[in-house]
């Protein structure tokens, strides 16, 4: 052989790994025509994002929605819109993760029923065989970090062991569940907690399972086998390689010893990830790509590590809603790694790396520890109760803050580094990114109506009277699910017949007893004394409330706040999430308070802060001082400030003491202090 030839010649290279884009917006038709678009350019599985009134259990008509309909995902309220939502998409020959948890058995139903109903020629049962794809239903994180839990943890868990025996025993390719460490890692917790509350999720959830008796002892491997994950990628991405190597060592360990799996292949550690978007940023966005791709290479470069399906966020997420091409140009990045580089010619490149063997033998070590301190009081369900592993992340990420705001934790562009030219991807912001369609709701809602007026009521009220009865006995509900997805029922009648015999719950918040500032420095000490001396002037302590309106379950930024002004020395009330304006106002004028913060992050913030300002002027506290945190265009930030609001601050406004100092600013100048 030449040498020529000797160069030619190269490793035959691995499958790659299934590549998404987390996509949908406006409604089911608009997220179709993405969907193709986006298949045609290369993508090979989908990913649905689920607007805030589907994931929780509301129709675009109830209250509750208002300003969330089609806003961070697509409204799905009934099987009419799921059928829109994958038309022309063949569903027995496509890979679909549904990032869908409180309300998994319901969208999984729907989607069954639309895959029937494309192949009338099959047997149902043929058809639910054929189904690929992942929905997420890890409830358990749902009450540490994203907010869309609709039941008690018992209930849900509940829903969530019966997807999983249905999927198990009726759609064998089904990944009925994602252990879901990602938006633990997005509220603050370190690689050790992320390891250890993802594994003590799936032993509550595989215990569940086993002593419900829905799945034989025979095909209880079968169960261990369909469990993945999905997890999140930071940019230290040696220490975030490590730490995928250590779920796959801890995995196997834990479905060996405490489970008995003998099958290599069930006890394999199979996850998605999308990597960090906690990390990007609103300055200097442009960054933004080469963390994506550091992030992306911390899940790809270990062999008997890397991820069976990767969706990267786009560089602008910071700042708004993606574009199509926004989205394109991060599929792009998978696939130049996958299709030019080198990298799935080799075997793990990293076996016998003495410091990486060293980091994941100290990862598995304290994620080992943390997981028998769970177990020792009762398990992930009780950890969630007490507030254990909430208090635990809203301390880590208080720390994080810290570390970023002392210049310990370097950010390139936002605290250090942070002189810039101007970018030509930001010189038009509005145009940087997509606007969600304005007419989304009312469509939604018109929608609905439509559909009603069409369906049998009797089938309707006979199949939800049914789910309900069955709800009050251990039957697997998705079969009474089926039926009324079938009937014709909507999603915030499935929910609320459910919501009818579980009632509903409020997670704890983990503000009171995280630890924030342990010692303050010079500046936290300035803000201190001048919220004192403020508060003499008034006549008592100042007193902030912070609150979360509409669906917006993304609590992360609302406890750090929170937590950063109780340290400064404000009294603060904070009642957690999902409250409506009426509610809001009403804590304003009960609780006496000096200035009302509000968080939202799902792009809502144009219909309900004016419904908070609205209704404070009603109740006669036209002078009492609004500030809005989210992610708000500079458009949008400015028309709120027209309409009243005090002060904006978005991402870029990373300093939280800074932002303590503002608002005490904000409530002198209110009482003419100043």
Not at 407 to 421: A, H, R
Request: with cysteine; hydrophobic share 45%.
């Amino acid at each position: 052989m030449t040498d020529v030839q000797a160069t030619a010649a190269r490793p035959e290279k691995d499958r790659p790994w299934v590549m998404r884009t987390y996509a949908g917006h406006s409604t089911a038709a608009a997220s179709n025509a993405l969907y193709r678009k986006n298949l045609a350019k290369g993508q090979t599985g989908l990913s649905v994002a689920f607007d805030l009134p589907t994931q929780t259990g509301y129709d675009p008509d109830s209250p509750l929605s208002r300003g969330e309909v089609g806003k961070v995902g697509v409204p799905v309220p009934h099987l009419g819109e799921m059928r829109k939502l994958f038309t022309d998409i063949p569903l027995v020959e496509m890979n679909t993760s549904m990032t869908i948890n409180a309300t998994a058995m319901w969208l999984l139903a729907m989607y069954q029923v639309v895959a029937e109903e494309q192949n009338p020629g099959l047997d149902p049962a043929e058809v639910a065989s054929q189904l690929a794809g992942t929905t997420q239903n890890d409830i358990i994180k749902e009450y540490l970090s994203r907010g869309t839990y609709v039941f008690g943890p018992q209930h849900s868990l509940r829903l969530t062991a019966d997807t999983i025996a249905y999927t198990v025993n009726h759609i064998p390719k089904w990944n009925p569940i994602n252990i879901c460490s990602y938006h633990l890692q997005e509220a603050g917790a370190t690689p050790v907690q992320e390891i250890a509350y993802a594994m003590c999720t799936a032993i509550a959830v595989l215990d569940q399972v086993k002593s419900s008796g829905q799945v034989s002892e025979a095909d209880f491997e079968k169960v261990v086998g369909r469990i993945s994950f999905f997890v999140n990628a930071g940019v230290r991405f040696v220490e975030e390689m490590c730490k995928m190597r250590a779920f796959v060592e801890l995995w196997d360990e834990i479905t060996r010893e405490r489970y008995g799996v003998t099958d290599p292949k069930m006890r394999r550690f199979r996850y998605g990830v999308q990597v960090n978007s906690l990390g990007l940023t609103e300055a200097q966005p442009e960054n933004n790509v080469q963390r994506i791709v550091l992030e992306m290479l911390g899940v790809t470069l270990s062999k008997d590590a890397r991820a069976r399906a990767v969706q990267l966020p786009a560089w602008n997420e910071a700042l708004g809603l993606p574009r199509p091409w926004d989205q394109q140009w991060s599929l792009r990045l998978q696939q130049v790694l996958a299709f030019e580089s080198d990298l799935l010619e080799y075997d793990d490149i990293f076996n016998g790396s003495h410091v990486v063997e060293a980091k994941v033998a100290e990862l598995v070590a304290g994620a080992k520890a943390e997981i028998d301190r769970v177990q020792a009081m009762g398990g992930a369900i009780a950890a969630v109760e007490s507030g254990y592993m909430k208090q635990n992340l809203v301390s880590a990420h208080a720390a994080r803050r810290g570390r970023i705001e002392a210049g310990e934790e370097v950010i390139v562009g936002v605290n250090k580094f942070e002189t810039t030219e101007q970018s030509p991807l930001t010189a038009d912001l509005d145009g940087a990114i997509q606007t969600a369609d304005p007419e989304a709701e009312r469509a939604a809602v018109a929608s609905v109506e439509a559909w009603k007026a069409e369906r049998d009521e009797a089938a309707v009220s006979a199949a939800l009277e049914a789910l309900a009865a069955a709800a009050k006995t251990d039957a697997n509900l998705m079969e009474a699910t089926l039926v009324a997805a079938r009937a014709g029922a909507t999603t915030g009648e499935w929910a609320a017949t459910l919501r009818g015999v579980f009632g509903e719950f409020r997670a704890p918040t983990g503000v009171t007893g995280a630890v924030g500032v342990a010692q303050a420095g010079a500046e936290l000490t300035a803000v201190r004394e001048r919220v004192a001396a403020t508060g003499e002037e008034l006549g008592g302590r100042l007193r902030l409330l912070v609150g979360k309106p509409g669906l917006d379950g993304h609590s992360n930024g609302a406890e750090q706040v929170a937590v950063r002004a109780r340290d400064a020395g404000f009294e603060v009330i904070y009642q957690g999430i999902r409250l409506t304006p009426e509610q809001i106002v009403a804590a304003a004028v009960a609780e006496d308070v000096h200035c009302v913060g509000l968080s939202i992050l799902s792009g809502s913030h144009m219909e309900l802060v004016p419904a908070v300002l609205d209704g404070l002027r009603a109740a006669g506290l036209d002078d009492l001082p609004v500030i809005v945190g989210g992610i708000i265009p500079d458009s949008d930030g400015k028309r709120l400030v027209e309409l009243g609001v005090a002060a904006v601050y978005t991402p870029k406004d990373f300093g939280l003491t800074e932002i303590m100092g503002g608002i005490v600013d904000v409530i002198r100048r209110a009482n003419d202090l100043d």
